[in-house]
């Protein structure tokens, strides 16, 4: 069972706005900055939101985060066929010493 | 650009240790400020940290993994390891490397290590 909670699925249409929560609790989102990474099937993590909401260079601005508490969200607007794949959400947990990741959330582009 | 690059033998027996290899290129693993982590991913499955080394070799392991892990740093070759004793079919999984600093930012490609006889 994942530290941080994240719905296994959502799914949209192209264009529609989608958002992904992660769920946590004081020793980790409620005291750290979160970060959101997007997998797709084959590779490894790649970072789309860090601290809480900010964008890599070459991350479009149709992804956003945001936090409040101890949830944070990840949002995509304007959705893209290419923008199905697994996100993940992950902080540092001052109570297990370490990261932690959310269950992912498997977006599937209708 | 920093770069991570897992290596090491994609076949382990159960019982056995995995031990892995990252080689980091496009940067120092002695500039300090960064821990280099270890990460696995179980087929189909979520994300799971398994713990993080500094250059001067200060560790943290999971609690979960804590009595079968060990991970050590060569400076010299820029590489850090993984060694995970006892294994079993259950530790059939992708493992990561990643650089953290506030956050892992840097991953490796990830290598598939598979526990069977």
């Known amino acids: 069972q994942s530290a941080l909670t994240q719905p296994p699925s959502a799914s949209g249409t192209p264009g529609q706005r989608v958002t992904i929560s992660c769920s946590g609790s004081?020793?980790?989102?409620?005291?750290?900055?979160v970060t959101w990474y997007q997998q797709l099937p084959g590779t490894a993590p790649k970072v789309l939101i860090y601290?809480?909401?900010q964008r890599p260079s070459g991350v479009p601005d149709r992804f956003s985060g945001s936090k409040s508490g101890t949830s944070a969200s990840l949002a995509i607007s304007g959705l893209q066929s290419e923008d199905e794949a697994s996100y993940y959400c992950?902080?540092?947990?001052?109570?297990?010493?370490?990261?932690?990741f959310g269950g992912g959330t498997k977006l599937t582009v209708l | 650009q920093v770069q991570l690059q897992e290596s090491g033998p994609g076949l382990v027996k159960p019982s056995q240790t995995l031990s892995l290899t990252c080689t980091v290129s496009?940067?120092?693993?002695?500039?300090?400020?960064?821990?280099w982590n270890w990460i696995r991913q179980h087929p189909g499955k979520g994300l799971e940290w398994i713990g993080h080394?500094?250059?001067?070799?200060?560790?943290y392991y999971s609690p979960s993994l804590r009595s079968r892990v060990s991970m050590s740093v060569d400076t010299s070759k820029n590489q850090f390891s993984l060694t995970l004793s006892s294994v079993t079919a259950a530790d059939t999984a992708f493992y990561y490397c990643?650089?953290?600093?506030?956050?892992?930012?840097?991953w490796g490609q990830g290598a598939l290590v598979t526990v069977s006889s």
């Open positions: 004081n020793s980790n989102i409620g005291g750290n900055a």
């Open positions: 601290r809480n909401n």
């Open positions: 080394i500094s250059y001067t070799a200060n560790t």
């Open positions: 990643a650089r953290s600093g506030q956050h892992l930012d840097y």
């Open positions: 496009g940067g120092s693993i002695s500039s300090g400020g960064y821990y």
């Open positions: 992950a902080t540092w947990d001052d109570s297990v010493t370490g990261w932690v």
